[in-house]
């Protein structure tokens, strides 16, 4: 049997975000794993499926969640934006999985950071996923530091994301604290009629800061 790793659409419909194969595989689905029931049942819903004769689990619940690959039927992942276990939760339902040798298989669709990285005209052969930087102001400047020294000396797109009403604060240490010449993309409601991708120079930015706002965003720094 199958675990499906299903991606959801940042924004739209999912017949907009999903390619036919990966839609009509979604389709003959019954049992799934989720991030959150709630939003899973209007995206299910939205891809023209019988919600109410699906089995629809939290991740966090304290059950077996692997049941229905026991039972021999396939089962779909499903997180809140995005591709599982990429950001996102799903990755230890994946190795529970792999662990007891059944199938993971991931299907086609969106990836914010993926997609960020694409379009941001960085470095693409050598880049690297570090999160959510530190809350705290200091750990994040020197965070901050860490990752510009390791872009330069690597020659590496280093990617991280934050909560929406952080944005603002991280955006602020990152004209503080990185060189001029670092290059720095700012990615926010890919996918969405409000989309908006800049790539700039620290200095660029300072002289042109504008507010990110609290939307989805990914930054991309290139020392």
Not at 122 to 128: M, S
Not at 134 to 162: G, N, Y
Not at 192 to 220: C, D, M, N, Q, Y
Request: aromatic share 6%.
């Amino acid at each position: 049997m199958i675990l499906y790793a299903i991606p959801t659409p940042l924004g739209g419909a999912p017949q907009d975000a999903l390619p036919a194969p990966a839609l009509a595989t979604l389709r003959g689905l019954r049992d799934f794993v989720v991030e959150d029931a709630k939003s899973a049942r209007a995206f299910l819903g939205a891809a023209g499926m019988p919600v109410r004769e699906l089995s629809i689990v939290a991740i966090d619940e304290e059950r077996d969640l692997l049941s229905p690959l026991r039972a021999g039927r396939p089962l779909g992942l499903l997180s809140e934006a995005g591709c599982p276990a990429i950001a996102d939760p799903g990755a230890s339902l994946v190795e529970a999985a792999q662990r007891e040798g059944f199938r993971v298989v991931p299907l086609i669709g969106p990836s914010s950071i993926t997609l960020a990285l694409m379009a941001s005209g960085l470095e693409g052969q050598r880049f690297a996923f570090c999160g959510y930087l530190p809350r705290d102001a200091a750990e994040r400047a020197q965070r901050i530091k860490q990752l510009e020294q390791r872009s330069r000396r690597e020659r590496e797109t280093e990617i991280f994301i934050e909560t929406p009403y952080r944005n603002e604060a991280l955006f602020s240490a990152l004209l503080e604290g990185c060189a001029p010449a670092t290059r720095l993309c700012v990615a926010a409601d890919l996918t969405l009629g409000t989309e908006s991708i800049r790539t700039r120079t620290i200095a660029e930015w300072r002289r042109a800061h504008g507010a990110i706002g609290k939307r989805p965003a990914v930054f991309l720094l290139l020392a």
